[in-house]
């Protein structure tokens, strides 16, 4: 075999030994379907997920009726009795002692035992841009091809086996863990293996493995496994279903069949050609040399103090395919480990939680270009509108909807995190990705039928739940930052209830100045849009501390964990655009001192929470600090393959696509509607070219930069509208398509200048 040579650098994983264990796996998937590739020698494990495989014991379950001890709850935190208020929140509102969120399970495993003897030069790599993942290597004089695929037009996960034209034998059988829960059944042909699971009192689901082979024999062995003999070419088709939706999953898996032997190349033609599709529309390049060492090897120069900026390249390009192989034909949004888990009872049931980790999924789909793959997160939304307007009755006795901090994709708004749960925050978080939706496209319809209808909804509850204080001042109460406790409130839960936490307050801004406008744009509610800009208007003011901090509560109150990995209070800095250089300086310079008293403390020590401070450095302006802690995410926080991890060792991806995000955020920012070009670029990546990147405001960007300055932009922007561009002490020149110079004026350090739906316009 040749020497190893990347074929897409930049976008290719490659390693020289088999994955040891499931997290050190590759990953693919089409959204529907996913799975892990080990890559192991003689036998293969291919771990098999399908995106709605949930156990489904707890569809129907229900919040209690508990808003007529809401006043007693308030008043105890209103008299700052902080450590009885969060006692009697918790037993209030705080959940049920059974904890009923469905944990996501694996649908199983498909095995390939070869009959070879020793291997050597082994190679397994993925590559981001075709979106597949090859095995190669060594074995009786022969080179073994393995190349696996989620094909995303066909929507099966493929497998193609040759070894050189030369004849070779396979055992291929599916099994699954032992789980007490879930019976099995097995069924085998010479070319078809189905597995059905049936959960107690859960769903019922189905595997189906249909054989294709080129030349030899195959039969049935020991009942449950094919035996294929001396073929030359082998190819399998897998597919799965779940009568989660109301279907048979004998019938979703007929939906996508393969009848015939398949040309192979044809199908990873077809293949590679919808992935760049999703893939292929956004490219970032740079001239950083690419080491020639396995990507393990890379990760671990880096950790003992060597330089690689381009593996950070890398890693981002990993997200942006994580968010392709998760979401292209999904329906359900990503989950704390995307589409992908191997555990019958993962690490928090592989849940979607909503104070931070699921909208961290999301926060690049819309500048990156790959705004389809938020239909997702909206369905997601959408579908749990009419329970969570009952439990905001039921349990807090308020018009519009209440969210839980934690749940799972059967739509029950009910609180299940015992003591967490008490947070009325998700709702509003969850409606800023409504908000981007409309504010990256102009999209007026979506604005219309669906973003404005739930900032409508969740501001119906903050006019109920909102209470007026003796200055006339509106509080949140109960409230809390999640998910974190101050001293004042003792050990009653394992987070501390007060009046008006920072965040809360930041995240009741948010909606209601998003529904103002929103109201403002389709020329609705006026009664309305006066009456919420009248409650922003008496929303409690962040405050500063002692020591240049901005405050996470309503008072300075001494911290439990000082380097908590929570920093809610700076989501008015980021993800929101409340805390910035120019309209607060004060609270930029607390923000970012929040930052540092919190890092100095051992913070960000998650991978999630590490891309969430990348991505705050990055709005503070700083591409240094934020390339330093996006290096420490790498190799601090992440498998050999890449993969992020919460401690100990659990995958979580959130903190890859966070990662994603945060470099986004160091090439263009545009809070405010205001393109902002190149705001945090580190030293490291002095030259590069971005293509594909939208800004909100409906502009699409493509930027060069050379020796750490700025060449060129182009912005097109995709409705008539005046275009905001930030100077950053630049002499910018804006010419349209034709060259010819464009009058724009320029006030306070922005650029302004009427721009046409379609019109390319370059920045000088």
């Not at 049931?349 to 999924?361: E, G, K, V």
């Not at 979506?446 to 909804?457: C, G, H, S």
């Not at 439990?560 to 805390?579: A, K, M, N």
Request: charged letters at 25%; aromatic letters at 10%.
């Amino acid at each position: 075999m040749e020497k190893y040579r990347a074929s897409h650098p930049h976008h290719t994983l490659w390693y020289k030994a088999p994955a040891r264990d499931w997290l050190e796996g590759l990953p693919i998937g089409s959204g529907r379907l996913a799975a892990m590739i080990l890559g192991t020698y003689k036998t293969e494990r291919v771990a098999l997920n399908h995106e709605w495989l949930w156990k489904g014991t707890n569809r129907e379950r229900d919040a209690e009726k508990k808003a007529h001890l809401l006043q007693c709850v308030r008043d105890l935190l209103l008299a700052g009795k902080y450590e009885e208020g969060t006692r009697a929140g918790g037993e209030a509102f705080g959940g049920n002692d059974g904890f009923r969120i469905d944990p996501y399970q694996p649908a199983g495993d498909l095995y390939m035992e070869f009959n070879h003897s020793f291997v050597h030069n082994y190679i397994r790599e993925l590559d981001l841009k075709k979106s597949a993942v090859t095995v190669r290597y060594q074995a009786d004089g022969n080179i073994f091809t393995r190349q696996y695929i989620a094909h995303l037009k066909e929507d099966l996960i493929m497998i193609h086996v040759d070894a050189n034209g030369k004849p070779f034998d396979c055992t291929i059988w599916l099994d699954r863990n032992r789980d007490r829960d879930c019976s099995l059944a097995f069924d085998t042909t010479a070319d078809c293996l189905s597995m059905d699971g049936s959960i107690k009192n859960g769903i019922s689901f189905r595997v189906e493995s249909i054989v294709r082979q080129k030349g030899g024999t195959a039969h049935v062995l020991d009942g449950r496994k094919i035996a294929v003999d001396q073929t030359t070419e082998l190819v399998i088709a897998v597919n799965m279903g779940t009568s989660a939706t109301g279907l048979d999953p004998r019938k979703e898996c007929e939906q996508k069949h393969i009848t015939k032997t398949p040309d192979w190349n044809t199908l990873l033609k077809s293949h590679i050609e919808e992935h760049n599709q999703h893939y292929g529309g956004f490219e970032l390049e740079m001239p950083l040399t690419e080491p020639d060492l396995p990507t393990d090897e890379r990760i671990k120069r880096v950790r003992t103090g060597g330089s690689d900026p381009a593996l950070m390249l890398l890693y981002f390009n990993f997200g942006r395919y994580l968010l392709c192989a998760s979401s292209a034909n999904g329906q359900l949004p990503a989950n704390l480990q995307g589409k992908w888990n191997e555990d019958m009872y993962p690490p928090w049931d592989s849940d979607l939680h909503h104070d931070i980790n699921l909208q961290m999924n999301y926060w690049a789909v819309e500048p990156v270009g790959m705004q389809n793959y938020a239909e997702a997160l909206l369905r997601h939304i959408e579908r749990f509108v009419p329970h969570a307007r009952k439990t905001a009755m039921d349990l807090y006795g308020c018009r519009g909807v209440w969210y839980p901090i934690a749940t799972d994709p059967w739509g029950r708004s009910t609180p299940e995190s015992k003591g967490w749960a008490i947070w009325i925050g998700a709702a509003p978080w969850l409606a800023q990705h409504m908000w981007w939706h409309y504010e990256y496209s102009l999209d007026e319809k979506f604005l219309r039928d669906r973003a404005y209808p739930f900032l409508k909804e969740v501001a119906s509850f903050y006019e109920d739940y909102l209470i007026k204080d003796n200055n006339g001042t509106l509080q949140i109460v109960p409230s809390q930052s999640p998910e974190n406790r101050f001293k004042n409130s003792g050990d009653a839960g394992p987070v501390s209830l007060c009046v008006s936490a920072t965040m809360d307050v930041q995240l009741a801004r948010d909606l209601l100045a998003h529904a103002i406008k929103a109201s403002r744009i389709l020329n609705v509610d006026q009664d309305k849009r006066e009456k919420w800009q009248d409650m922003v208007e008496h929303l409690p003011e962040m405050q500063i501390g002692s020591k240049g901090q901005l405050l996470e509560w309503n008072q300075e109150f001494e911290e439990v964990e000082p380097g908590h990995r929570h920093i809610s209070h700076l989501f008015g800095l980021f993800p929101g655009e409340q805390i910035t250089s120019e309209e607060t300086p004060d609270l930029f310079a607390a923000a970012r001192k929040s930052l540092e008293l919190r890092l100095a403390a051992d913070g960000g020590h998650t991978g999630w929470s590490r891309a969430w401070t990348t991505c705050c450095f990055a709005r503070l302006g700083d591409g240094n600090s934020a390339f330093n802690h996006l290096e420490h995410l790498v190799v601090d926080f992440a498998t050999e393959t890449l993969l992020d991890l919460h401690p100990p060792r659990i995958f979580q991806i959130e903190g890859n696509l966070g990662g994603t995000a945060a470099v986004i955020e160091m090439l263009l920012q545009s809070y405010h509607e205001r393109i902002h070009l190149l705001p945090a670029l580190p030293s490291q990546w002095p030259e590069g070219k971005v293509q594909g990147l939208r800004a909100r405001g409906g502009f699409k960007v493509g930027i060069e930069w050379k020796n750490h300055r700025l060449v060129k932009a182009e912005i097109t922007p995709v409705k008539d509208r005046v275009c905001k561009i930030k100077t950053s002490g630049l002499a910018l020149k804006i010419t349209d398509s034709n060259g010819k110079p464009v009058s724009a004026e320029e006030k306070n350090g922005i650029i302004s200048f009427p721009a046409k739906a379609g019109e390319k316009y370059s920045v000088l």
